[in-house]
């Protein structure tokens, strides 16, 4: 069976929380970001969920520049990039296959933490994106 995504190609939005308590420019940074889609597999409504965990060997600070890399928690070659700039306040994230200069998911950018997150999570789960299912209908 395949999962067939909701012809309206709209995802689930989330707001996650913060890693305050991980060290100073850290807390700019989400614990785990979560994405999902509504669709359909074998005939029944299903929500397609993901979740992707910070990469503590992608954590780079430079100036006022922080980036942390977020990998799928269930394997793939799908990752996610935010990065927070300290001097504007404002957070930039993507999600890629493969890495850094290869095809682009989606991107999102904002200035305040909850509508960043819901821009960057509504892209939902890709095609080709490692997920779990739960069975809506």
């Known amino acids: 069976m395949s999962f067939i995504p909701d012809k309206k190609g709209e995802g689930i939005a989330f707001v996650p929380h913060?890693?305050?308590?991980?060290?100073?420019?850290?807390?700019?940074?989400?614990?785990?970001?979560?994405?999902?889609?509504?669709?359909?597999m074998g005939g029944k409504e299903v929500i397609a969920h993901a979740l992707y965990v910070p990469d503590l060997q992608w954590v780079r600070k430079d100036g006022d520049i922080c980036n942390v890399g977020y990998r799928n928690q269930l394997g793939g070659y799908i990752y996610l990039r935010i990065e927070y700039d300290?001097?504007?306040?404002?957070?930039?994230?993507?999600?890629?296959?493969?890495?850094?200069?290869y095809p682009k998911i989606g991107s999102a950018f904002g200035s305040a933490w909850g509508p960043f997150f819901?821009?960057?999570?509504?892209?939902?789960?890709?095609?080709?994106?490692?997920?779990?299912?739960?069975?809506?209908?």
Not at 25 to 35: G, H, N, Y
Not at 86 to 101: D, Q
Not at 126 to 136: D, P
């Open 86 to 101: 300290a001097s504007k306040k404002t957070w930039f994230g993507e999600k890629y296959v493969n890495g850094p200069g």
């Open 118 to 137: 819901t821009h960057l999570t509504m892209m939902g789960v890709a095609r080709s994106e490692r997920c779990e299912f739960t069975i809506v209908s």
């Open 18 to 40: 913060s890693l305050e308590e991980e060290g100073q420019f850290l807390r700019f940074f989400p614990r785990s970001v979560a994405f999902a889609s509504r669709g359909y």
